[in-house]
Nanobody, 121 residues
């Protein structure tokens, strides 16, 4: 069974920084894309940042210049460095990954349980 576990969320003041981590564990053959999404109550889940094994990166316009996504393939771990945080960034952040469990199999969509980020004075 594959599991994604997020960490690093918490309470910060406006203008502060957080570093989120997402670790994938279990029987993993390979990972294609990994990304961070966020979803406020009653709203659609939206992409924050995503990266593929080939190196392509996408950022949401609302966070460009303030966040950096990185990936340690050896550890199957992904990070999201967030700076200059704003109250509007307050919500639950979710880790997502496309994981292949065996050679010749299809990629499975996996989601973490989420980590809360609160930006408030």
């Amino acid at each position: 069974q594959v599991q994604l576990v997020e960490s690093g969320g918490g309470l910060v003041q406006p203008g502060g920084s957080l570093r989120l981590s997402c670790a994938a564990s279990g029987r993993i053959f390979s990972i294609n894309s990994m990304g961070w999404y966020r979803q406020a109550p009653g709203k659609q889940r939206e992409l924050v940042a995503a990266t593929t094994s080939a190196g392509s990166i996408d950022y949401a316009d609302s966070v460009k210049g303030r966040v950096t996504i990185s990936r340690d393939n050896a550890k199957d771990t992904m990070y999201l460095q967030m700076n200059s945080l704003e109250p509007e960034d307050t919500t639950v952040y979710y880790c997502h990954a496309e994981i292949k469990l065996a050679w010749g199999s299809t990629f499975r969509q996996s989601w973490g349980q989420g980590t809360q980020v609160t930006v408030s004075s």
